[in-house]
């Protein structure tokens, strides 16, 4: 089973703030990862994905990937009330199971977003 | 408006009754999957499917079966071996290829009492 770990939060920042999630997997071989926001009631949305080692920004929102440490990060910069969710990180498998999991994501159990005003 | 639809919103049935929940995409999408949501909880993998009449168990497949005749369809049958069946159900989709983002039906919630 391969393991994708989040603090399950609840992690509360002022309105305003940086919020800074994290997401660490245990698979070497994982290339693409995903992070998720999912309100309360609500099925999932994608709000970002990264391949490769670095930064990615998208607006307000910051994916930074560290494939040496195994570590995947998602920071939202100004954050506002609306952004108060539970975010969920997803990855691929590796390379040598991708043949019987081609497509397959592995979840976080996600980490609970609280921004106050 | 391309998209996933589950159906219905809501469900709610007595133990013992088998239950089939809806899952249609008009993405193109070749794959398709299946998760369970419990309170406070992530998602559960329960089957998926890369190719029409093919699929694969997932992480909690026992007392639930699917199909995939067409492309665009997946239903997940609920069965009464299910232990605990009440959650919230989500159906995703996803192109494979260069790229493996999944997005996500509106979910059904079902109830058995």
Redesign the interface.
Known sequence: QKEVEQNSGPLSVPEGAIASLNCTYSDRGSQSFFWYRQYSGKSPELIMFIYSNGDKEDGRFTAQLNKASQYVSLLIRDSQPSDSATYLCAVTPGWADRGSTLGRLYFGRGTQLTVWP | DGGITQSPKYLFRKEGQNVTLSCEQNLNH??M?WYRQDPG???R?IY?S?IVNDF?K??IAEGYSVSREKKESFPLTVTSAQKNPTAFY?CAS?L?GS?????????TRLTVT
Not at chain 2, 99 to 107: R, V
């Open positions: 070749d794959a999957y909880q992530g998602l993998l998926y890369q694969q997932g992480d989500l996803s494979l790229s493996y983002e999944q997005y996500f039906g509106p979910g």
